[in-house]
């Protein structure tokens, strides 16, 4: 110990370093950077390899055997083919017209659609109520309990 002090009295470490463990712990830094750095060009290595299994892909069209369609196969405006893609169904769905005329299937307004399935009341899978007097068992209503 210099000057008789000990190290917690002088504030900071008074020993070497142990070189021995140090050179160590590098090797080991070393050894194994080393062994992941094989292994990674060794994965990428075989990932490149062709397989057996490639022989049995179907091999990719030749240019003679590839029939390319005629004409632009770009749209011109994709907005203005929108808006008269919408103008059309708006109109269908606006408009009375025959869907099947054999068997008397017509599309009509969305309105005109509604107005008739309130009119004409919706499906409900049950029998109707008979127009029946109520059973002896039942309850009077206000006006006849009174």
């Known amino acids: 110990m210099p000057n008789g002090k000990t190290p917690k ?6 020993e070497d370093l142990q ?3 140090v050179l160590w712990s590098l090797g080991i830094v070393l050894v194994s950077t080393l062994i992941i750095i094989g292994i990674t060009v060794a994965a990428f290595a ?3 390899t062709p397989r057996l299994l490639m022989r049995d892909v ?3 069209a030749t240019a003679e055997e590839r029939t390319i369609p005629q004409g632009p196969l770009l749209q011109a405006s ?4 929108q808006e008269a ?3 059309k169904s708006f109109s269908h769905m606006e408009s009375f017209g025959w869907v099947d005329e054999a068997n008397g299937v017509v599309h009509v307004p969305i309105d005109r659609a509604m ?3 309130l009119h004409n009341g919706f499906p409900t899978g049950t029998a109707p109520a008979d127009d029946t007097e109520p059973a002896d068992d039942a309850e009077p209503s206000g006006e006849d309990a009174q």
């Open 9 to 14: 009295e002088l504030g900071y470490e008074t």
């Open 58 to 60: 179907a091999p990719v």
């Open 85 to 87: 893609y919408e103008a």
């Open 46 to 48: 075989w990932r490149d």
């Open 19 to 21: 070189w021995p463990i």
């Open 78 to 81: 994709p907005p203005l083919d």
């Open 115 to 117: 107005e008739i399935a």
